[in-house]
């Protein structure tokens, strides 16, 4: 494997000695091609080891309630859209790209906030108002 670097943001790339790369056969329907070529990718990433990640960036990767880390920190990502090798690694290291990159934004915390007295009246108002309008359909048939 070369010695190239995974490019998540201008500032932020993981090594490639870092990825571990197995090429295993397909899963799944495909035929003859897919029972003898290993074409599927299975890329293996250790979240928790990993020296080119911020520790709060690491930490917030492993509070993910993700199926594809396991318990010890190791991101799998399973590739297997493609019948070629090369698109298969690459959509792996997209997927794994995307996965970091989701969170590297914190997520600015949410403010609990109440309705206005006013709001809760035009509330109640146009249930009030709704609730004449149906009252007045049964009444009609009634008169008939």
């Known amino acids: 494997m070369g010695s190239g ?6 500032t932020l790339a993981i090594p ?11 899963s799944g329907a495909g035929g003859q091609n897919v029972n003898k070529v290993s074409t599927a990718v299975e890329l293996r990433f ?6 080119s990640l911020p520790e709060p960036l690491r930490a917030r990767l492993l509070s993910r309630r993700d199926r594809r880390l396991t318990d010890d920190g190791v991101l799998v990502i399973d590739a297997q859209r493609f019948r ?3 698109r298969n690694r690459q959509d792996a290291r997209e997927r794994l790209a995307a996965f970091v990159a989701a969170s590297l934004s914190v997520p ?8 206005s007295r006013a709001a809760k009246a035009r ?4 249930k009030r108002e709704r609730s004449q ?3 007045g359909r049964s009444r009609d048939i009634a008169w008939e």
């Open 5 to 10: 670097v995974l490019q998540i943001t201008p």
């Open 16 to 26: 490639d000695d870092e990825l571990v790369e197995r090429f295993v056969r397909a």
């Open 46 to 51: 250790d979240v928790a080891a990993s020296p």
């Open 84 to 86: 070629t090798q090369d």
């Open 108 to 115: 600015k915390p949410r403010i609990a906030t109440r309705p």
């Open 123 to 126: 509330r109640l108002d146009a």
């Open 133 to 135: 309008i149906k009252r």
